[in-house]
């Protein structure tokens, strides 16, 4: 059994059907912090299977510690934590404590129960203000916020186990800019409050839930002055999940994967493209540059593609239709 901290979540949810999609049994704990059991029905709706839910805080080390009892839990794949840049710098203590020791309690109670295969949700913002792109995995880290350094330290602390202990295995995933939800339109991204990043805003302005988008920095040395990134779509993500897991079952070590597509695309061509496929006005202004934003940053994939057999299959296209359909269908997210 596969156990997912956070499974209720954005990217957990979609990787829980994959799961289930391909065979795994899992159980699912989340404190539902910033998700709702809605999504978990969902999943069961979809996949027309059953798992066990846990609502239980990995800060609660006892709590976890049962899940750990009740099930025979071979693996484990990590997506709980906080997530949201500028909550973490006007809230840090709460992002180390909830992220640092979540997964230090998560650790020791996989130590002690013998369970020693661990996917982690580790971020491309560990990149920092990268000197090139595509980013390789062999490049320098750094942080250049709270949320960021919580990522960065846990990626530390799994490669001091794995040299404690060389019977683990650990692949710690750097996603890069996830969107997109599931085809079915049953299970997407739900964001609490107003939110930050580029496609929820753009679904925000869409359902007039916000007037127009802002285009933070048109000065950018970039084909057409925007920030760029690599957009991937979260059904793809959540294979390279499925990739992950293959790779510790296989192998023991630490291993570090950026999982992207690959190509970098501007504010405008995610602006353009989700106007054009779903045939929607998203009226724009241009505003100086957000603070902390960094000019481009996409991945180089080969390694994932080498070591896992996995590659991104969905285009921006693909992206765009989806979160559309999902908030279309769900325009109050999982409160409908
Ligand atoms: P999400 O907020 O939708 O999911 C995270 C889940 O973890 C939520 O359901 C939340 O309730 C749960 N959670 C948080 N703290 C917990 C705790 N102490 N105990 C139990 N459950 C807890 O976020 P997501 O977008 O699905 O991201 C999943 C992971 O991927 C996170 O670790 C995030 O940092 C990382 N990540 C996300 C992105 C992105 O842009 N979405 C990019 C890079 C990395
Ligand atoms: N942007 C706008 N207007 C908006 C929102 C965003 O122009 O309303 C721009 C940003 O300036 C940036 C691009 O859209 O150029 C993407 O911004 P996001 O906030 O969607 O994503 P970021 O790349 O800044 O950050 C995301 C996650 C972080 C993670 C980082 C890793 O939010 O958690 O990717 O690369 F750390």
Redesign the pocket.
């Known amino acids: 059994m596969i156990l997912i901290t956070g499974g209720a979540g954005f990217i957990g949810s979609h990787t829980a059907v994959a799961l289930l999609e391909a065979g795994y049994e899992i159980a699912v704990l989340d404190n539902l912090s910033n998700s709702s059991e809605e999504s978990l029905k969902r999943i069961k709706s979809i996949t027309g299977k059953d798992f066990p839910f846990y609502y239980v805080d990995l800060l609660d080390y006892v709590a976890t510690d049962r899940v750990f009892r009740e099930n025979k839990i071979d693996a484990v794949i990590h997506f709980a934590g906080l997530?949201?840049?500028g909550e973490s710098v006007t809230m840090p203590l709460e992002y180390y404590h909830n992220n640092i020791t979540g997964t230090l309690n998560l650790c020791m109670i996989m130590k002690r129960r013998g369970v020693k295969k661990l996917v982690f949700s580790s971020?491309?913002?560990?990149?920092g203000f990268a000197e090139k792109v595509p980013v390789t995995e062999d490049m320098p880290t750094s942080t250049t916020?709270p949320?960021?350094s919580t990522?960065l330290m846990i990626e530390n602390i799994l490669k001091d186990l794995f040299v404690s202990d060389g019977d683990w295995s650990i692949a710690l995933l750097?996603?890069?800019?996830p969107?997109g939800a599931h085809k079915s339109g049953m299970l997407g991204e739900n964001p609490n409050g107003i939110?930050?990043?580029?496609?929820?805003?753009?679904c925000s302005v869409v359902l007039g839930k916000m007037d127009k988008?802002?285009?933070?920095?048109t000065d950018?040395e970039t084909h057409d002055g925007?920030?760029?990134?690599?957009?991937i779509h979260v059904l793809d993500l959540a294979q390279g999940h499925i990739a992950a897991l293959k790779k510790c079952d296989s192998d023991k070590g630490v291993f570090t994967y950026n999982l992207g597509t690959g190509t970098g695309y501007?504010?405008l061509d995610?602006l353009d493209t989700f106007s054009r496929v779903n045939n929607v006005e998203i009226p724009r202004v241009s505003?100086p540059?957000?603070p902390?934003?960094?000019?481009s940053?996409y991945a180089d994939c080969t390694k994932a593609k080498e070591e896992l057999g996995w590659e991104a299959k969905l285009g921006l296209e693909d992206m765009c239709r989806d979160s559309y359909n999902f908030i279309i269908k769900n325009p109050k997210g999982y409160n409908n």
């Open positions: 997530k949201a840049v971020s491309a913002t560990v990149y916020n949320y960021g990522k750097r996603y890069f800019n969107i939110p930050n990043n580029l496609m929820p805003r753009i988008m802002t285009i933070w920095g950018y925007t920030g760029v990134r690599d957009y501007s504010v995610l505003m540059r957000r902390g934003d960094v000019e940053l």
